[in-house]
């Protein structure tokens, strides 16, 4: 009997023991960009907090600027993300700035950095700041939609306007990610399944296309894919998602200490936050200027970027 018990507990320990090393058999990404490295010939890169952040800046020709302007992605985006949107911007005499957040595009995929919307926030003032002690603009997609609304409530005095695509920020901040699951998830082993998962079956060409094609609500082309593929090659890319997880909020942030005039747009055929969050958005903050591009899906300033130019012009350039 005893010796049966034996051979069962040996079993199991071997099997937990293969299921635990096995993942580490297969190969991921371990690509690490040289630290000379510039994705954009517009790439600058800083430390915040101890935090590599990747961001591109644009400096209108004339001297005098009329505003900055700061460009936050969505979830899986990037800077790429804005990239019809820049030069219309710039030649419009404005100081743009796009930022990848971490650990999205080429900016940091260490472990320990606390990612909450507060956090991210916090983090992306310092870099505003230290590029202009000006008012800024703000501009959000999607996660970026929350994003910039926390750092609209969080530093009213410094926003300058507020514009929020296919996202929203719904109001006070509250922490997530500190239980056992959230633990669980972002454990070693865990990160090591989920990086050879991805690498070997989602960070692929046709799954990127797939992807991008529900979010524009049309086919992309080759060059938005291997725009958005590429970050995700870098070594340590699914580990860092994965630890968005364990984000906890440090500072309580309110949808009424927003103070500056506010644009939502949605694209009318978003299929990944359906339009009636906007409509939400408004029941809570009536005054908002609120558009909406007929025909575009998720990313409506990449499909449809004449529209949206226009639009986020004809807002920016307005006086209170």
């Known amino acids: 009997m005893k010796k049966a018990l034996r051979i069962v507990l040996t079993g199991l320990v071997s099997l937990l023991l293969l299921l635990f090393l096995l993942p580490y058999a297969f190969s991921v990404p371990d690509y690490v960009p040289a630290s000379n490295y510039k994705p954009f010939p517009e790439s600058y ?5 101890g935090v590599s952040i990747h961001y591109r800046e644009w400096k209108p020709a004339a001297d005098s600027s009329k505003g900055n302007i700061l460009f936050i992605h969505g979830f899986s985006g990037s800077t ?6 820049i030069d219309t911007l710039v ?3 404005y100081h743009v700035v796009a930022v990848d957040v971490p650990p999205f595009g080429y900016s940091s995929k260490q472990k320990n ?11 992306l003032w310092k870099l505003a700041d230290s590029l202009s002690n000006n008012v800024w603009i703000l501009t959000g997609h999607s996660m970026g939609a929350g994003i910039a609304g926390a750092m609209a409530a969080m530093s ?45 079956y989602y960070y692929t060409f046709p799954k990127f296309k797939k992807l991008l094609a529900s979010a524009y609500s049309q086919e992309p082309d080759s060059f938005a894919v291997a725009g958005y593929l590429e970050p995700f090659t870098i070594k340590r890319t699914t580990a860092a998602i994965l630890e968005l997880s364990r984000a906890y909020e440090t500072q309580s942030l309110s949808l009424s200490s927003i103070k500056a005039p506010v644009l939502l747009i949605w694209g009318s055929k978003d299929k990944w936050i359906p339009i009636d969050a906007a409509q939400s958005f408004i029941k809570k903050m009536p005054a908002v200027q609120y558009s909406v591009i007929e025909g575009a899906g998720h990313c409506p300033m990449e ?3 004449t529209e949206f130019n226009r639009l986020l012009i004809k807002f920016i350039n307005q006086t209170p």
């Open 156 to 200: 009213p005095e410094k926003t300058d306007k507020l514009i929020l695509v296919d996202g929203t920020f719904n109001g006070t901040v509250q922490s997530e990610g500190s239980g056992f699951t959230s633990l669980l998830i972002s454990s070693g082993p865990v990160k090591q399944v989920a990086s050879v998962i991805a690498s070997n």
């Open 303 to 305: 499909t449809h970027a």
């Open 80 to 85: 790429f993300s804005w990239r019809k949107n």
């Open 45 to 49: 890169f800083t430390n915040i907090n």
């Open 91 to 93: 030649a419009q005499g």
């Open 113 to 123: 950095v606390n990612h909450s919307m507060s956090a991210n926030a916090n983090l």
